[in-house]
C-alpha cells in the first residue's frame, strides 16, 4: 500500500492538533508528516506516533513534494496558499470558509455526498463544510432520502472550541475569575461568554443574520444538491467546551414517524440514536466530545403542522465537524483517486 506525504497547515491550532491525532488514530499512510503554522510557532514540536515533529514556517515553497494538505489556518491563508498548494500537485482539503460555495470545487460530507470528490480535479481543492452544517446533513441526509425535506429550522448551541484556542482559554479563565469574585477579561468575543449565551457566530451580515447562519443555509443546499430546500438558522454560542447541540426542525413532503426517523437514524452511516427519554437518555455535548458519531435523539414530532420532526443533533465540532470529516475524505480521496 502506498503512503503520502502530508501537511497540516495550522497544526499548532484546535483543528490541526487534532487532524494530527486523528491521522495516527486511524492510521492514515502517512509517508512524511510535514507541519506547519506561522513565525510565532518556529521552535515548537509536535508528538506523531512516538516522534518529535518541527513545527514549520507556512511559505510559498512549502508544498513541493506534498501529496495532501489539510488547511486550518483561516480563510486568508487559504485562499492564498490552497491555490499554490494545488499547482505544487498537492491535493488541498480546506477546512476553512474560502472556497465552500465556489460551484466548481466539491463541498464533501463522506456520508452524505462522496461522489463529490471526485470534482477535485477541478482546482485540486476540496472543501469541509462549516462544523455546524455537517453535522446536521448527517443527521438529515437518511429523512431527506426517504421523504424529501421540504423545509429546516435550525437553532444551534455552539462551544467556543469552534473558535480556536484562544477561545477555549477565554471561557476557561472568565470562569475561573467569576467563581473567585474577580473581573473576567473580555477579549475573543464581544461579550463575557462564561455562564452567557450570545445569539452571535462570526460576522453580521447585511440581511440581519450572521455569516454562520447563512453558511448553514447555503451549504446544505450544496451538500444535499437541493436548491429547493428552504432553511434558516439561528446560531448561538454558549459556555460549553466541545461539541455543538442543535434544535433541528424539519417539515417533509411525505409522511414520517418518529418510531420510523429512528428506525432510518438507527442504521445511517455516522450516526448514533440516543432517544430513551424515560431513562433520561438524549445527545448530550459531554457524551459527544471525543467522540466520531454523531448524537440524534429527542425525536418527535412536531404537532403544530401535518408533516413535521423535532430532533436534537449533537457532535464534537472539532472531530467531526472539522478534523475527522477532512481525513475521511482523504480516505476516500486515496482509495478511489489517488
Ligand atoms: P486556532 O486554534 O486559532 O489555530 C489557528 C492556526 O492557524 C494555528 O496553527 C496558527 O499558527 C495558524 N496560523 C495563524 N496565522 C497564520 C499564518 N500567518 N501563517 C501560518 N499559520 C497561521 O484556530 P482553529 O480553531 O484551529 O481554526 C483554524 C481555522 O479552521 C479557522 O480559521 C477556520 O477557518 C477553520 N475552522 C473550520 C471549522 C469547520 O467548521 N469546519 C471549525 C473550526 C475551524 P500559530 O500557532 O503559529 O499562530
Ligand atoms: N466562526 O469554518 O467561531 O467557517 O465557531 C467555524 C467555526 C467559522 C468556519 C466558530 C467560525 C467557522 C466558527
Request: net charge neutral; hydrophobic share 40%; glycine share 6%.
Amino acid at each position: 500500500m502506498k503512503n503520502y506525504n502530508v501537511a497540516v497547515v495550522g497544526a499548532t491550532g484546535a483543528v490541526g492538533n487534532e487532524m494530527i491525532r486523528i491521522l495516527e488514530e486511524r492510521n492514515f499512510p502517512v509517508e512524511k508528516l510535514t507541519l506547519l503554522a506561522s513565525e510565532r510557532s518556529i521552535g515548537k514540536e509536535l508528538s506523531f506516533r512516538g516522534r518529535s515533529v518541527p513545527v514549520e514556517m507556512l511559505t510559498e515553497s512549502s508544498f513541493a513534494g506534498i501529496e495532501i494538505g489539510l488547511f486550518s489556518a483561516g480563510g486568508s491563508l487559504s485562499e492564498k496558499f490552497a491555490p499554490i498548494a494545488a499547482r505544487a500537485g498537492c491535493v488541498v482539503i480546506d477546512n476553512t470558509n474560502a472556497f465552500r460555495m465556489t460551484p466548481e470545487i466539491p463541498l464533501v460530507v463522506p456520508e452524505v455526498n462522496p461522489e463529490a470528490i471526485a470534482l477535485y480535479k477541478n482546482r485540486g481543492i476540496i472543501a469541509n463544510p462549516n462544523c455546524s452544517t455537517i453535522q446536521m446533513v448527517v443527521a438529515l441526509k437518511p429523512i431527506h432520502d426517504a421523504v424529501r425535506i421540504k423545509r429546516i429550522v435550525v437553532s444551534t448551541y455552539q462551544a467556543v472550541s469552534g473558535t480556536g484556542k484562544k477561545a477555549i482559554e477565554e471561557l476557561s479563565l472568565q470562569t475561573q475569575a467569576l467563581m473567585n469574585c474577580k473581573e473576567p477579561v473580555v477579549k475573543v468575543y464581544p461579550h463575557r461568554i462564561a455562564f452567557n449565551c450570545l445569539p452571535h457566530i462570526d460576522v453580521f451580515l447585511d440581511n440581519g443574520y450572521t455569516k454562520e447562519e447563512m453558511k448553514m443555509v447555503n451549504e446544505t443546499k450544496k451538500i444535499l444538491n437541493d436548491p429547493s430546500i428552504a432553511v434558516t438558522a439561528t446560531t448561538v454560542r454558549v459556555p460549553v467546551f466541545y461539541a455543538h447541540s442543535e434544535s433541528v426542525n424539519i417539515e417533509t413532503e411525505k409522511k414520517i414517524t418518529p418510531d420510523e426517523v429512528r428506525s432510518l437514524l438507527s442504521t445511517a452511516p455516522g450516526v448514533r440514536v440516543v432517544d430513551n427519554p424515560q431513562w433520561n437518555q438524549y445527545p448530550l455535548a459531554i457524551d459527544a466530545a471525543g467522540h466520531d458519531e454523531t448524537l440524534v435523539g429527542r425525536i418527535r414530532e412536531d404537532e403544530s403542522i401535518p408533516n413535521g420532526i423535532n430532533m436534537w443533533v449533537v457532535a464534537d465540532n472539532i472531530r467531526k465537524g472539522a478534523a475527522l470529516n477532512a481525513i475521511q475524505i482523504a480516505e476516500i480521496l486515496i482509495r478511489k483517486y489517488l
